[in-house]
């Protein structure tokens, strides 16, 4: 089993940058591929940017290229989602997500474990 807890939400205005931040339970973190998704109120979950065990690959969804920039720190159990010129489009709840042995998935379905999710509200 693998706790995933986000962290890093909050209020900023249209332009500004946020760091979301998601700690994992799991003592094999590095046998995880991690993603982060994103969900607004009224629409679907959707893929916003995924990272493989070793970060080697890294995945991102064409609305936040260039944009966010996923990482992680294997020794640290965390895995990180740098958000710059952030729009109020980007506003949502945020989740991170873990696929065993995963190379970076942008597919919901194949992450087993998720964590609860961090708002991120971006004002215009």
């Known amino acids: 089993q693998v706790q995933l807890v986000e962290s890093g939400g909050g209020l900023v205005q249209a332009g500004g940058s946020l760091r979301l931040s998601c700690a994992a339970s799991?003592?094999?973190?590095?046998?995880?591929?991690m993603g982060w998704f994103r969900q607004a109120p009224g629409k679907e979950r959707e893929f916003v940017a995924a990272i493989g065990m070793s970060a080697r690959t890294t995945f991102y969804a064409d609305s936040v290229k260039g944009r966010f920039t996923i990482s992680r720190d294997n020794a640290k159990n965390t895995v990180y989602l740098q958000m710059n010129s952030l729009k109020p489009g980007d506003t949502a709840v945020y989740y991170c997500a873990a696929e065993y042995a995963g190379l970076g998935s942008r597919t919901s379905n194949r992450y087993e474990y998720w964590g609860q999710g961090t708002q991120v509200t971006v004002s215009s």
């Open positions: 799991a003592r094999t973190f590095s046998t995880y591929g």
